[in-house]
């Protein structure tokens, strides 16, 4: 694919101007009241939003295709030619919205994720947008943190193969495709570990860390193809990331041969002046070019100093051109050049279709986490009368959850419609939000169905919280259904683990519902009425309480562990120190059993064969996630207590065994040494097949 477009790309920088080349590296926000002069003067390389002048003139749905191709005839005008490209944060979806990324990884169903992402490259490409902002890979280990939402949870191995499935479904085999669009992974890198689950602030990672935790999913990504990434603005170590040449070149280029572009995220690079390694802008625009980044989102350093930067000669040329070259290859593999324009039609027949309404249910539903079920009270079979309170009986526009810019409300089924929709012909629901009226209604029920959690707001950038608790006036409404002495299910809604230790306890039963987008009505009435069991399973830990944070399953041991006999060991006075619930949990509408765990060597020559047996010991069938981890019980650094290496969905019936098997293969094994190397190191391994990431059957077995 390079050759194709390398001699075309030579030939177009030859005729370039600098100020030609500096335009391809500046990235306007299009929402602004832009000057399209300088679209016409080839001083865009790309524009994000771009509603631009027409938005409201009358066009069709949305921002409308017609805006893009507005502000392309403009840049077709100029003495070059070279088309824009448009992007979008179409983080979970474009109007059909799907599931948070963080409900979508607990289906751990990389076949669905992929399909999820076509779908949106579809719908965002029929209106304009040729690259989304997309998808978010950081691995979250803090809840705290608003972005947590957006990726795919705690653990890399789970996150790298979303990762790749996600870039795959936006580009395709082809991004040129008019239904394909350029993927960004993003925020490379670290950017969850901020202090304090703060965005904006620094974060500290040791490099094997870094390099076994936070760059996998990127390297995935590069590996499946990606378009582009944005460096993210944490001050990861001491240096920004957007000035960090060993990362942005080093690692990304000269390590993985990554051949797309780098864009800055929102004015970081600028920001790196506010950091204090740039004294101004122009020392800003420098050090962030020379580090990597090719495209400066929004801050105009790179448009109003690089020229006068290259003539004093503090900026090389060259690099520049390196640069241009990386951002018009893209667009050249984007097909831009040859099809720089958009098909409005496309828009009236590709969005919001009943297939990818189907998907988005099934999204839904595989999405969903069932923590507690005492008494098996659900599915709610048997109840003539069913009251639902809460904050979201009405929910529409609620369930989006965050980074959800063209989902419309309109589109959404209101969850009351939705569970009336779904229940029983003999069941008679009642649907009272109000906490005082559902007091006095809930002695004419027999059981309450609370709808509760957090509102998209309280997610995604700049949503930080202090308190996992859940929002003000909702315990307390919790606490009066209980005392009513009716059976009580709770239905939470949020973008993060929430600390409902207390909830739980005091409930019958919790379905963890993220927040699970424009079908999430229908797909909870589908769960909680049994026509889907519950399969979701935790891709992040849920702590107790927030003085917990930071807890992850994938810890290194103490020296004095948990169960330590020693009277000193690693705990809390005043909390039980296991978590709410462990990375891999779920519960669905059946049990199953596992048994005679087997391995093809207790050596590892290239590869061992790990088996079990897993029997639905229940009345009807489920889907489990059967899960392969292992532990590495003594290395030159200290190794996780616990890795996810494997898992598998498997559907069985009532009374049904499957034999589940993995291969442990040596690469699997291989982690960063101290001395920065690679590698796998003889030893004893434990390995678990297991439903969760705090039991299971465990084996052994030695390199
Ligand atoms: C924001 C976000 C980034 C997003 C970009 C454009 O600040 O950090 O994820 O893609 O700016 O909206």
């Known amino acids: 694919m390079t050759n194709l477009t390398e001699p075309y790309i030579d030939a177009l920088l030859g005729q370039m101007t600098l100020n030609e080349k500096i335009g391809q590296l500046n990235q306007y926000n299009g929402s602004d009241r832009l000057d399209t002069d300088l679209i016409r003067q080839g001083k865009a390389g790309s524009l994000l939003n771009a509603d631009g002048p027409l938005t409201g003139q009358g066009q069709s749905d949305s921002g409308s295709a017609e805006q893009r191709n507005y502000y392309q005839r403009i840049a077709l005008e100029s003495r070059l030619k070279i088309p824009l490209i448009f992007g979008r944060d179409v983080i979970h979806g474009y109007r059909t919205v799907f599931p948070i990324p963080l409900g979508q990884a607990a289906a751990f ?32 280990r803090d809840p705290r943190w608003g972005r947590v939402a957006e990726g795919s949870g705690e653990d890399p191995y789970l996150a790298s193969i979303l990762a790749a499935s996600a870039v795959r479904g936006m580009q395709g085999d082809d991004m040129a495709q008019p239904d394909r669009i350029v993927a960004c992974a993003k925020h490379f890198v670290g950017y969850g570990a901020a202090e304090g689950g703060r965005d904006y602030e620094g974060g500290e990672i040791s490099e094997p860390t870094l390099r076994d935790i936070y760059l996998p999913p990127y390297e995935s990504a590069v590996k499946a193809g990606v378009g ?59 050090l962030a070019l020379h580090a990597g980044v090719d495209m400066d989102m929004v801050s105009k350093a790179y448009l109003e100093t690089l020229a006068a930067s290259v003539r004093t000669g503090s900026v ?176 939470v809604f949020a973008g993060r683990p929430l600390a409902i230790m207390h909830q739980v306890s005091q409930v019958d039963a919790v379905l963890y519902a993220w927040h699970p987008g424009i079908e999430g009505g229908p797909a909870l009435g589908d769960i909680l009425f049994g026509a889907y069991s519950p399969s979701g399973r935790l891709p992040i830990t849920f702590p107790r309480a927030t003085g917990q944070v930071p807890i992850y399953y994938n810890h290194k041991n103490p020296g004095r562990p948990i169960n330590s006999e ?138």
């Open 316 to 491: 090389p040329v060259e690099e520049i051109d390196e640069a241009v070259r990386r951002i018009l290859r893209i667009k050249q593999r984007a097909g831009l050049f040859d099809r720089p324009f958009t098909d409005p039609t496309r828009y009236t027949t590709e969005v919001l279709t009943p297939e990818s309404r189907q998907i988005a249910r099934q999204f839904a539903r595989e999405s969903m986490v069932l923590l507690k079920n005492r008494n098996d009270i659900l599915p709610l079979h048997g109840f003539r009368r069913i009251m639902v309170t809460g904050n979201y009986v009405h929910a529409r526009g609620e369930m989006f959850g965050t980074w959800s810019p063209d989902g419309r409300a309109e589109n959404v089924t209101p969850l009351d419609q939705a569970l009336k929709e779904a229940a029983p012909k003999d069941t008679e629901l009642w649907f009272v939000p109000e906490t005082d009226a559902a007091m006095k209604a809930a002695q004419r029920v027999d059981a309450v169905v609370i709808v509760l959690g957090e509102h998209p707001s309280r997610s995604g950038e700049n949503a930080n919280v202090s308190s996992l608790l859940l929002p003000p006036g909702q315990a307390e409404l919790v606490d009066a259904m209980v005392n009513t002495g009716k059976p009580v299910v709770l239905v």
């Open 228 to 286: 582009t990434i944005m460096s993210a603005f944490i001050d990861l170590n001491g240096t920004p990331v957007t000035a960090e040449r060993r990362l942005l070149t080093g690692v990304l280029r000269g390590e993985w041969g990554f051949e797309g572009f780098v864009v800055s995220d929102w004015a970081s690079v600028a920001e790196l002046v506010q950091h204090g390694v740039a004294e101004d802008r122009a020392r800003a625009a420098a």
């Open 109 to 140: 169903n990389p076949g669905l994720t992929e399909q999820a992402a076509a779908v949106a490259a579809k719908e965002a490409s029929a209106d304009g947008f040729k690259w989304a902002f997309s998808p978010m890979i950081d691995i979250a």
């Open 566 to 703: 020693q009277g000193f060991h690693s705990r809390y006075i005043d909390l039980q120190s296991s978590p709410l619930f462990p990375f891999g949990f779920g519960l669905g509408y059946t049990t199953f059993r596992y048994a005679n765990l087997t391995l093809s060597s207790q050596a590892l020559r290239g590869k061992v064969e790990v088996c079990a047996e897993v029997t639905n010991t229940g009345g009807r069938a489920g889907k489990e996630l059967v899960q392969l981890y292992v532990r590495d019980l003594v290395g030159s650094l200290t190794r996780p207590v616990r890795e996810l290496k494997g898992f598998q969905q498997v559907e069985i019936q009532p009374g049904e065994t499957r034999r589940v098997s993995f291969i442990i293969n040596e690469e699997m094994l291989a982690f960063t040494r101290g001395d920065g190397t690679k590698g796998i190191e003889p030893g004893c391994f434990h390995v678990w097949i297991a439903p969760d990431s705090s039991s299971g059957l465990r084996g052994e077995f030695e390199i």
